[in-house]
């Protein structure tokens, strides 16, 4: 639209010309009121608002709007602590209890397949305990090590061999007292704490999910107290008295004739001179596998 002749007289066009441009050529260039572009057809508003210089700053306006967005949800995807506290975070959840360990006493896996668990009690010694651990290697098979707190504190390496092979570790008190059971309580308690820290000191966080008592002594303080301590008490099915010494065939012929699908088998790698044990489970593993039987953990 043209100035007309009502254009006041001396005013200056060049002061309003920031309003609303038309699509005129630059000689045609001229500016118009806001009073003006209300009675323009809407068509041509629609045209000039899509046009320099208003797109440009629709498109600043837009491009700053998105920017501020996403650095709002960076924010809040990147510190939690911003985001308004939800009940959960305002009232966390007490960590789950563990469920409590069973104070009923293993003497066999509870199962009619052929697989047995051997355990191995008073170690580790630095003699017999390495070659228990090969023969172990070589039939691909794990077995659980009962260990006494004077001697893993004596030998912590070993212990590490034994955990590190992929076996399990049991408490067997810290000077193997066979007299255990009839303590008062308080000394019950010291003993199984300080044999599991004794383990613990040689195989950091080493879980210990047994304890057997020396000797096989038990009573129902004893039990409970080693489940309390969060350990299993274990017992066995199948004692061939190997730290007696009967000789290496005897040791074997007890245990072919007693292990039965889930036996728990009790030998020994420390404690005294263990080469009859050590011959005995040399012929066994053997046997034990080609009979069918798989070795496992105590369940
Ligand atoms: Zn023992």
Redesign the pocket.
Known sequence: MRDGPNTPPGRDQSACRCEFVSRAGPDELRSETLRDAAVRPEATVRRQVLEPPYIYRWTVLFLSIALMAAVLVQLFESDPEAAEPTHAQARPRPAAKPDPVSAKLIKRLPTNDRVVALTF??GPHPVHTPRVLDLLAEYDAVATF?M?GSQARRHPDLVRDVVDAGMRLCN?TVR?DSRLARRPLPAIDRELVQASDDLRAAADGVPIGYF?A??GNWSRQLERTAARHGMRPLGWTVDPRDWSRPGTAKIVAAVRRGVRPGSVILL?DG?GERDQTVAALEKLLPWLIDEGYRLDFPA
């Open positions: 009690d008073d009962c006494v067997h193997h057997r020396p000797g020994h404690g």
